[in-house]
């Protein structure tokens, strides 16, 4: 593994093993037992898009490892400017041992990746969301002990967090049921590959993805640069709320996940979220953890 650019650059394997080392610096970090993985080693986090989980989460990440990590806002960054990511991504290699970037086009982190000489991690493309995805994976093992057979259904918009989770669930042997509205599916690559896995659905009707779920899943239904289509989407979305009516139709018992920021009222009630906090604040945290793992995997000198 030499990049973090989507979750299909993962294997089974590789994803158990970021998340029995994610489970490890947990512990670790519970009961007070420095880990300085990466003494030394320094990371730029490129931001194109607010962030307050992943920028903190990855600052302190590389905090607790004995590394630092720069804030590098494209506001200040000559990419800003028009500088070509080509340029940064050889130029940031000069200096840095790894770049985590949040942008809009997944072809602008392939592009840092082809032509840096450092490991790059994605932060969230429009495309994309691995490192989400890793803890939510993190998070629902936690809960369950294992993945394998489990029932994942998300709910609302075919978005960054849709494709990878698709992505990420199917390779673990879990079965994910998304229900979206017709003009909002996931990304067709993402569709044109899992269309034959009979772990796989894709339906128009929130209440057949739900059914026997272990875990419902949600994401907001505008998405950061979809700002200006908030009305047509709160309208096209108006059915695909996480409420208690359709948790009903999950298996009892089911979990909750929701890659936050949550909008209250919109994809998901303030009953549900309230009624499910402790579960999507695991969650959040596990980010932290997570990553953790993916840098020392990415950036260490051992693993
Ligand atoms: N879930 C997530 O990536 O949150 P931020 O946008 O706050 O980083
Ligand atoms: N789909 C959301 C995820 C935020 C973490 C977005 O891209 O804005």
Same mark, same amino acid.
């Given at each position: 593994?030499?990049h973090l650019l989507k979750m299909a650059d993962l294997?089974?394997?590789?994803i158990?093993?970021i998340?029995?080392?994610?489970?490890?610096?947990?512990?670790?970090?519970?009961?007070?037992?420095?880990?300085?993985?990466?003494?030394?080693?320094?990371?730029?986090?490129?931001?194109?898009?607010?962030?307050?989980?992943?920028?903190?989460?990855?600052?302190?990440?590389?905090?607790?490892?004995?590394?630092?990590?720069?804030?590098?806002?494209?506001? !200040? %960054?000559?990419?800003? *400017?028009?500088?070509?990511?080509?340029?940064?991504?050889?130029? $940031?290699?000069?200096?840095? #041992? =790894?770049?985590?970037?949040?942008?809009?086009?997944?072809?602008?982190v392939?592009?840092?990746?082809?032509?840096?000489?450092?490991?790059?991690i994605n932060g969230l493309t429009?495309y994309a969301h691995p490192c989400q995805v890793l803890a !939510? %994976?993190?998070?629902? *093992?936690?809960?369950?002990?294992?993945?394998?057979?489990?029932? $994942?259904?998300?709910?609302? #918009? =075919?978005?960054n967090?849709?494709n990878s989770l698709?992505v990420g669930?199917?390779?673990?042997?879990?079965?994910?049921?998304?229900?979206?509205?017709?003009?909002?599916?996931?990304?067709?690559?993402?569709?044109?590959?899992?269309?034959?896995?009979?772990?796989?659905?894709?339906?128009?009707?929130?209440?057949?993805?739900?059914?026997?779920?272990?875990?419902?899943?949600?994401?907001?239904?505008?998405?950061?640069?979809?700002?200006?289509?908030?009305?047509?989407?709160?309208?096209?979305?108006?059915?695909?709320?996480?409420?208690?009516?359709?948790?009903?139709?999950?298996?009892?018992?089911?979990?909750?996940?929701?890659?936050?920021?949550?909008?209250?009222?919109?994809?998901?009630?303030?009953?549900?979220?309230?009624?499910?906090?402790?579960?999507?604040?695991?969650?959040?945290?596990?980010?932290?953890?997570v990553q953790?793992?993916v840098?020392?995997?990415?950036?260490?000198?051992?693993?």
């Open positions: 593994m030499k294997s089974k394997e590789e158990e093993s998340l029995d080392l994610a489970d490890q610096l947990k512990y670790e970090k519970k009961n007070h037992i420095p880990h300085p993985l990466l003494a030394g080693k320094t990371l730029g986090m490129i931001f194109q898009k607010s962030s307050t989980r992943t920028r903190v989460s990855f600052e302190v990440g590389m905090y607790q490892l004995g590394g630092h990590a720069l804030f590098l806002s494209s506001n !200040d %960054l000559q990419i800003g *400017r028009g500088e070509p990511v080509q340029d940064t991504a050889r130029v $940031l290699s000069r200096y840095l #041992d =790894g770049i985590m970037i949040r942008t809009f086009a997944q072809k602008e392939e592009d840092l990746a082809a032509y840096g000489s450092i490991p790059v429009d !939510d %994976l993190l998070t629902i *093992r936690e809960k369950y002990a294992a993945l394998e057979g489990l029932k $994942l259904c998300y709910i609302g #918009d =075919g978005n967090m849709a698709i669930c199917l390779t673990m042997g879990m079965k994910v049921a998304v229900a979206t509205p017709k003009d909002y599916q996931p990304d067709p690559a993402v569709l044109e590959e899992a269309k034959g896995n009979p772990n796989f659905l894709l339906t128009d009707s929130p209440m057949e993805a739900v059914k026997d779920a272990d875990v419902v899943y949600t994401d907001t239904w505008a998405s950061m640069g979809q700002e200006k289509e908030k009305e047509e989407r709160m309208k096209a979305f108006a059915g695909f709320q996480v409420n208690e009516e359709l948790l009903k139709a999950a298996k009892p018992g089911a979990i909750v996940q929701h890659c936050l920021p949550a909008y209250r009222g919109q994809e998901i009630t303030e009953e549900v979220f309230e009624a499910h906090a402790d579960e999507l604040f695991d969650e959040a945290e596990n980010r932290l953890h953790k793992a840098l020392v995997k990415l950036l260490g000198d051992q693993q």
